[in-house]
Nanobody, 130 residues
Framework: QVQFVESGGGLVQPGGSLRLSCKVS????????IGWFRQAPGKEREGVSC????????FYSDSVKGRFTISRDHAKNTVYLQMNSLKPEDTAVYYC???????????????????????WGQGTQVTVSS
Protein backbone atom coordinates (compact mmCIF):
# COMPACT_ATOMS: atom_id res chain seq x y z
CA GLN A 1 0.00 0.00 0.00
CA VAL A 2 1.04 3.60 -0.55
CA GLN A 3 1.68 5.66 2.57
CA PHE A 4 2.01 9.42 3.09
CA VAL A 5 3.70 11.49 5.80
CA GLU A 6 3.19 15.27 5.86
CA SER A 7 5.45 17.85 7.45
CA GLY A 8 6.24 21.57 7.31
CA GLY A 9 3.17 23.12 8.91
CA GLY A 10 3.31 25.87 11.49
CA LEU A 11 2.25 29.37 12.48
CA VAL A 12 2.75 32.18 9.97
CA GLN A 13 1.55 35.77 9.63
CA PRO A 14 -0.79 36.83 6.81
CA GLY A 15 1.21 37.35 3.64
CA GLY A 16 3.86 34.89 4.73
CA SER A 17 4.96 31.59 3.21
CA LEU A 18 5.31 27.93 4.13
CA ARG A 19 6.42 24.84 2.25
CA LEU A 20 4.72 21.56 3.05
CA SER A 21 6.34 18.21 2.29
CA CYS A 22 4.72 14.85 1.65
CA LYS A 23 6.98 11.81 1.83
CA VAL A 24 5.51 8.95 -0.19
CA SER A 25 6.40 5.30 0.37
CA UNK A 26 5.26 1.96 -1.02
CA UNK A 27 4.54 0.81 -4.56
CA UNK A 28 3.18 3.76 -6.51
CA UNK A 29 1.20 2.97 -9.68
CA UNK A 30 2.45 4.65 -12.85
CA UNK A 31 -0.89 6.39 -13.39
CA UNK A 32 -1.61 7.96 -10.03
CA UNK A 33 -2.57 11.33 -8.62
CA ILE A 34 -1.14 12.79 -5.42
CA GLY A 35 -3.03 15.67 -3.89
CA TRP A 36 -3.18 18.13 -1.03
CA PHE A 37 -6.49 18.59 0.75
CA ARG A 38 -7.27 20.71 3.77
CA GLN A 39 -9.91 20.68 6.49
CA ALA A 40 -10.85 23.40 8.94
CA PRO A 41 -12.82 22.57 12.12
CA GLY A 42 -16.49 21.94 11.35
CA LYS A 43 -15.97 22.08 7.59
CA GLU A 44 -15.71 19.55 4.79
CA ARG A 45 -12.36 18.50 3.42
CA GLU A 46 -11.42 20.78 0.54
CA GLY A 47 -9.23 19.95 -2.42
CA VAL A 48 -6.29 22.33 -2.81
CA SER A 49 -3.95 20.92 -5.45
CA CYS A 50 -2.92 17.68 -7.11
CA UNK A 51 -0.23 16.38 -9.43
CA UNK A 52 -0.03 13.32 -11.67
CA UNK A 53 2.81 10.90 -10.96
CA UNK A 54 3.63 10.03 -14.58
CA UNK A 55 3.78 13.44 -16.29
CA UNK A 56 3.73 16.04 -13.50
CA UNK A 57 0.59 17.87 -14.63
CA UNK A 58 -0.63 20.13 -11.83
CA PHE A 59 -4.09 21.41 -10.89
CA TYR A 60 -5.31 23.96 -8.36
CA SER A 61 -8.50 25.17 -6.76
CA ASP A 62 -9.55 28.72 -7.57
CA SER A 63 -8.95 29.78 -3.97
CA VAL A 64 -5.21 29.04 -4.13
CA LYS A 65 -4.35 29.39 -7.82
CA GLY A 66 -1.56 31.91 -8.27
CA ARG A 67 -0.47 31.61 -4.63
CA PHE A 68 0.33 27.89 -4.18
CA THR A 69 2.60 25.68 -6.27
CA ILE A 70 2.74 21.88 -6.19
CA SER A 71 5.85 20.01 -7.29
CA ARG A 72 7.49 16.62 -6.98
CA ASP A 73 10.99 15.22 -6.53
CA HIS A 74 11.12 11.61 -7.70
CA ALA A 75 14.63 11.08 -6.32
CA LYS A 76 13.39 11.93 -2.83
CA ASN A 77 9.94 10.40 -3.39
CA THR A 78 8.44 13.63 -2.09
CA VAL A 79 5.69 16.02 -3.15
CA TYR A 80 5.81 19.66 -2.06
CA LEU A 81 3.25 22.41 -1.67
CA GLN A 82 4.78 25.89 -1.71
CA MET A 83 2.29 28.27 -0.09
CA ASN A 84 2.79 32.01 -0.65
CA SER A 85 0.70 35.07 0.22
CA LEU A 86 -1.06 33.12 2.94
CA LYS A 87 -4.42 34.32 4.24
CA PRO A 88 -6.24 33.59 7.52
CA GLU A 89 -8.77 31.53 5.57
CA ASP A 90 -5.95 29.15 4.61
CA THR A 91 -5.84 27.99 8.23
CA ALA A 92 -6.54 24.25 8.32
CA VAL A 93 -5.05 20.81 8.72
CA TYR A 94 -3.42 19.89 5.42
CA TYR A 95 -3.46 16.27 4.27
CA CYS A 96 -1.58 14.52 1.49
CA UNK A 97 -3.06 11.49 -0.25
CA UNK A 98 -3.31 9.56 -3.49
CA UNK A 99 -5.80 7.95 -5.84
CA UNK A 100 -5.51 5.85 -9.00
CA UNK A 101 -8.58 7.66 -10.33
CA UNK A 102 -6.86 10.77 -11.66
CA UNK A 103 -9.96 12.45 -13.17
CA UNK A 104 -11.84 12.07 -9.89
CA UNK A 105 -9.09 13.74 -7.89
CA UNK A 106 -8.74 16.51 -10.47
CA UNK A 107 -12.49 17.15 -10.28
CA UNK A 108 -12.33 17.24 -6.49
CA UNK A 109 -9.59 19.88 -6.62
CA UNK A 110 -10.84 22.01 -9.50
CA UNK A 111 -14.62 21.68 -9.12
CA UNK A 112 -15.03 20.72 -5.47
CA UNK A 113 -16.69 17.37 -6.18
CA UNK A 114 -16.64 14.75 -3.41
CA UNK A 115 -13.66 12.43 -3.08
CA UNK A 116 -14.04 9.14 -1.26
CA UNK A 117 -11.74 8.34 1.65
CA UNK A 118 -8.61 6.56 0.54
CA UNK A 119 -4.94 6.69 1.46
CA TRP A 120 -4.09 9.81 3.46
CA GLY A 121 -1.45 10.92 5.93
CA GLN A 122 -2.02 12.19 9.45
CA GLY A 123 -1.99 15.85 8.40
CA THR A 124 0.01 18.92 9.35
CA GLN A 125 -1.46 22.05 10.95
CA VAL A 126 -1.18 25.38 9.15
CA THR A 127 -2.24 28.48 11.10
CA VAL A 128 -2.25 31.93 9.49
CA SER A 129 -2.74 34.66 12.08
CA SER A 130 -1.34 38.00 13.16
Amino acid sequence: QVQFVESGGGLVQPGGSLRLSCKVSGVIPDYYAIGWFRQAPGKEREGVSCISSHDGRAFYSDSVKGRFTISRDHAKNTVYLQMNSLKPEDTAVYYCGGDINIPKMVAAVVRGTPLARGSWGQGTQVTVSS
